[in-house]
């Protein structure tokens, strides 16, 4: 990463990729720090006026994606990841309860934030049941609050259980191997379950709710969190291809025997040597397509994840044959047509200026398809606008549909209560008669009587 | 779960902690390969078993402890679980039952010890609330305290639900019938336990006579190291 400056610039650097891999939820304030990485200096006026920094001005780090916390207030991903506080089940557990604990354990902390704090030492000081405490402290551990010191040798700084967030990537993982992967390795993850810490081999069972993956075995026995159900689950397949793991020099090959041979992919296959079709496509495929050679933030890969759910309708090009053309189809669609266009000029007029300063370089030839690539892209752009303005349109019509019937629906049930309010009223009318007719019998016969006694009375008299 | 509190004599309840969240007090105290470990806190019964490991692991590793200690401990508070279980499908009678709570702990350098009354019906209480408010009136600084406080009243309210279970059991094998019944588990169980119609009736007064003040007060000790050492070894004599 970057040289070995002072610890504050070391850790900002550091800060930026592991945000690149747990920014799991798409805020959009998260987003925009992204792209803006400051040194976490700024971190320490996250202590608000009423808790006045220690004298001796010992700089607390904190990572830029935890930058929202400040003592009062709760954030709204706190409420997502630890929603047993805040949903009113029981009486007793609410958000003054949950900010007595995190308040405590961050204290409890920096008193002594060279060293780190156990999960034991926080219980032991916090009046309530253990099972909370802990998922509280494991939520500040995993979101950098607490023991992040960039002094520790290794920084392993969350454990990840069925509660956590989990993210695909390395820093949160246990297992030393996790030392070799790139950058690129985000797209073809190792899957580790979040709550047994297993390899995941062949499939693996992602909650999109709170984003943690569970191996199969995990899920059939139940171990998630609280609140989960089997229902908020998906399945996702590990091919094969994720224990064997593409290395560069392959993933070179790869590229240019797609350049070369296009879509036929036996002759890519036997370019690369030693794959599969299959694997080469699906690794095609996989590749997040121009980020490494570019450095360009085309994408976030977070941003991604989220609304693949809500625009997956909404890709014009998925299902065109060519493969490339189809990535980027799907990846502007996803950024969104203006950032897509403006990104892929952008590139290509860089590639351009690089193309002119490194001719001799031995990279050329992946830079020259990277920029033909790109400008296919760009070409794209106008396509894929003409594309989502129909589906604008289409949306539009539908939801004025809607509109119509649901209208619709509401004056035939008010028709319908009229109709019943006017068969009462006539049902009355009829009682009203009958119980006109047996008054006026009453009264004759009260009338009779009268006469009878009448009647009587003469007689006697 | 709050029942009326006008008749004396109330439908059985199904068992629960008395409290707003139904969670359990745990005592460890297991001793392998010479090291000894003891500790209590409060559990929730409804957390996953895998919780259960986990929280043995990590205490385990934060206290490096030696790894002979995971299987015991996952073991003992299991067990423990199983005794709530065990309880918790059967019924209890809760009359009106103001029961008084005794604190009389040390935990670390404090001592303290407080006697109150404490509502047996009310299921909303909250000892950790109760803990927590009484630990800042204290000023008391050690923050180990507050979760033994808590710790403790749980536990007493633990076992006088667990003996309204035992005499509501008794009472159902007692064939004497239900008017003999609703005497019983006011006047049986816990003999500490006051009447409210005794206390709060015209004659006495609401407000507690001169001499019982001394007895309701909290007292709060500070021990110094010598006194600390000198209570510890004399705990372990008579525990051995």
């Known amino acids: 990463m970057a040289e070995k400056s002072p610890v504050k610039e070391a850790a900002s650097s550091e800060s930026v990729p592991i945000s690149n891999s747990v920014q799991l939820k798409p805020s959009p304030q998260f987003s925009a720090k992204f792209t803006t990485p400051t040194p976490p200096n700024s971190d320490v006026p996250s202590t608000p006026t009423n808790r006045p920094p220690p004298v001796d001005a010992d700089v607390i780090h904190v990572p830029s994606y935890s930058r929202w ?29 949950y900010m007595y604990y995190r308040n405590s354990i961050i204290k409890l902390f920096r008193e002594n934030p060279s060293r780190k704090i156990t999960f034991t030492d926080a219980r032991r000081n916090l009046v309530g049941d253990v099972g909370s405490i802990r998922r509280v402290f494991d939520f500040l551990d995993h979101w950098g609050l607490i023991n992040y ?39 073809t993850s190792r899957r580790f379950c979040g709550a047994c810490k297993s390899l995941c081999t062949i499939a693996c069972f992602v909650c999109d709710k709170y984003d943690s993956t569970l191996c199969a075995r995990c899920y059939v026995r139940g171990n998630f969190r609280v609140g989960l159900s089997n229902a908020d689950f998906r399945r996702v397949e590990i091919s094969d291809e994720a224990n064997a793991d593409w290395s560069e020099k392959e993933t070179l090959l790869l ?4 350049m070369h041979y296009g879509d036929d992919w036996k002759k890519v296959a036997q370019h690369v040597g030693g794959r599969t079709e299959k694997d080469c496509v699906a690794h095609f495929v996989k590749l997040p397509f121009g980020e490494e050679y570019l450095g360009h933030p085309l994408l976030d890969d977070a941003e991604s994840g989220f609304e693949t759910n809500k625009r997956v309708r909404l890709t014009p090009l998925s299902d065109a044959s060519n493969p490339i053309m189809a990535q980027a189809a799907f990846l502007s669609a996803l950024a969104g047509v203006e950032i897509a266009e403006a990104a892929a000029q952008a590139a290509v007029n860089i590639l351009s200026k690089v193309d002119d300063t ?65 068969d009462k009223i006539l049902r009355f009318e009829e009682m009203d008669l009958l119980v006109e007719k047996e008054r006026q019998q009453l009264e004759s016969m009260k009338n009779l009587l009268f006469i009878d006694q009448l009647n009587l009375s003469f007689r006697r008299n | 779960m709050k029942s009326p509190a006008s008749a004396s004599w109330k439908a059985p309840l199904k068992f629960r902690m008395p409290t ?48 002979g200690f995971l299987p015991q401990i996952v073991q003992s508070i299991q067990s423990q679980l199983a005794t709530f279980q065990s309880y918790e499908g059967q019924d209890m009678y809760v009359g009106d039952k103001i029961v008084p709570i005794k604190l009389d702990l040390r935990v670390n350098h404090t001592v303290i010890r407080d006697q109150f009354l404490w509502d047996l019906n009310n299921f909303d209480s909250d000892p950790e609330e109760f803990a927590r408010t009484l630990c800042k ?59 409210l119609m005794k206390l709060f009736s015209f004659r006495s007064s609401v407000v507690r006579k001169r001499k019982e003040w001394d007895n309701y007060k909290p007292i709060l000790d500070l021990l110094s190291n010598e006194d600390v050492d000198a209570l510890e070894a004399k705990e372990e004599r008579s525990g051995r």
Not at chain 1, 71 to 96: A, H, M, Q, T, V
Not at chain 1, 380 to 390: H, L, Y
Not at chain 2, 137 to 142: N, P, Q, R
């Open chain 1, 358 to 422: 490194t001719a001799s370089r031995g990279d050329n030839g992946s830079l020259e398809r990277n920029s033909r690539q790109e400008s296919e892209i760009s070409s794209n752009g106008d396509t894929n606008q003409n594309a989502s303005e129909r589906a604008y349109a289409d949306a539009n019509s539908q939801l004025n549909k809607e509109e119509e019937d649901i209208g619709r629906a509401i004056t035939e049930i008010t028709e319908v209560q009229m109709k019943e309010i006017q």
């Open chain 2, 137 to 195: 009136d204290l000023g008391i600084e050690d923050p180990e305290v507050g979760p033994a406080i808590a710790l403790a009243i749980r536990e007493q309210l633990y076992e006088i639900a667990i003996q309204n279970v035992t005499s509501a059991r008794e009472n159902r094998i007692n064939k004497k019938g239900r008017r003999a019944a609703e005497h019983f588990p006011i006047s049986k169980a816990s003999g500490a336990a006051l009447d």
């Open chain 1, 69 to 97: 916390f400040s003592w009062d207030k709760i954030d709204s991903c706190e409420s997502r990841f630890l929603p047993e506080f805040f949903d009113g089940r029981s009486p007793s557990k609410g958000p003054s309860l």
């Open chain 1, 255 to 258: 590229l240019e025997a797609t």
């Open chain 2, 20 to 67: 707003a969240e139904n969670l359990i007090p745990i005592r460890l105290d297991i001793e392998v390969d010479g090291q000894r470990y003891k500790d209590a806190f409060t559990w929730n019964p409804y957390d996953p078993d895998s919780e259960l490991v986990m929280f043995a692991k990590r205490t385990v590793k934060d206290l490096k402890l030696a790894p």
């Open chain 1, 149 to 187: 010191s960039a002094s520790s040798a290794l920084s392993k700084p969350s454990k990840d259980t069925a509660s956590n967030i989990k993210s695909s990537d390395s820093p949160s993982l246990e297992s030393p191997s996790t030392a070799a992967p790139t950058p690129k390795q985000s797209s």
